[in-house]
């Protein structure tokens, strides 16, 4: 009965009606909180993403730039490559020119032994006549060619230094006509330049002469003023 009643109070389906009202109320709030903690939670995550993004693109960008240099790296490699192969036909080369040169080499040795034994032939003759000669003999040959080779040096060397002197008579001519041609060039320019000194003094002197003309003017035409103004005065006070 007690039942029946309360349905039948409106007084209390209102209030229950309010209730439930309210309890949908705070469902929702609850709902709306945990919908602004998802989409808080939500933009985080879209930032992360986003800095992970960079992320995946600076690493991109590295591996980019590794690549290139693994394959600047290559290509260098190719060029050592190819250089090794060049230099080792180039060794080859050489080798086969260092062959030909040691055999020239050997070759030039023989001939060398060869005129050794020549000349060591006409050392054995020469000494042989140096036995057989007086020592006199040896000594006024020799003084001959000694003064013979120290009269040519002699010759050759004053030659070299007449050479020597007539470059430097050139040289020192050359020389001293640049610098008259130069002191010239400086006195021609002094001169235009006093010329120009004159000028400007002439015209300066003129200006002043004007001016000294000007202040005279002006002197006397202040004189007359003042004496105009004093006739006024007097005037005024007669």
């Given amino acids: 009965m007690s039942k029946s009643k309360e349905l039948s109070d409106p007084v209390w389906s209102r209030s229950e009606h309010e209730l439930s009202i309210l309890k949908v109320r705070m469902k929702n709030t609850q709902l709306s909180d945990e919908i602004s903690k998802l989409s808080s939670e939500n933009a985080k995550l879209s930032g992360q993403i986003e800095i992970l993004k960079i992320l995946l693109n600076i690493k991109n ?88 080779n120290k009269a040519e040096i002699r010759q050759v060397y004053i030659e070299k230094l007449k050479n020597d002197i007539e470059e430097l008579e050139k040289e020192v001519l050359f020389a001293c006509g640049r610098k008259t041609d130069a002191i010239l060039d400086c006195m021609i320019k002094h001169a235009k330049r006093e010329q120009n000194w004159m000028a400007k003094n002439e015209n300066l002197m003129d200006q002043l002469e004007m001016l000294k003309i000007k202040l005279y003017r002006t002197r006397c035409f202040l004189i007359l003023i003042n004496l105009v103004l004093i006739c006024v005065i007097l005037k005024l006070l007669w």
């Fill in 61 to 148: 960008q590295r591996i980019q730039k590794l690549q290139k240099i693994q394959n600047k790296d290559f290509l260098r490699i190719e060029n050592w490559k190819q250089r090794a192969g060049i230099a080792e036909k180039n060794v080859k080369q050489l080798w086969k020119t260092f062959s030909q040169i040691s055999l020239k080499i050997k070759d030039k040795t023989n001939n060398l032994e060869s005129i050794l034994d020549r000349n060591y032939g006409r050392f054995k003759k020469l000494s042989i006549t140096i036995s057989r000669m007086n020592k006199n003999e040896l000594v006024e040959r020799l003084d001959a060619k000694f003064w013979k």
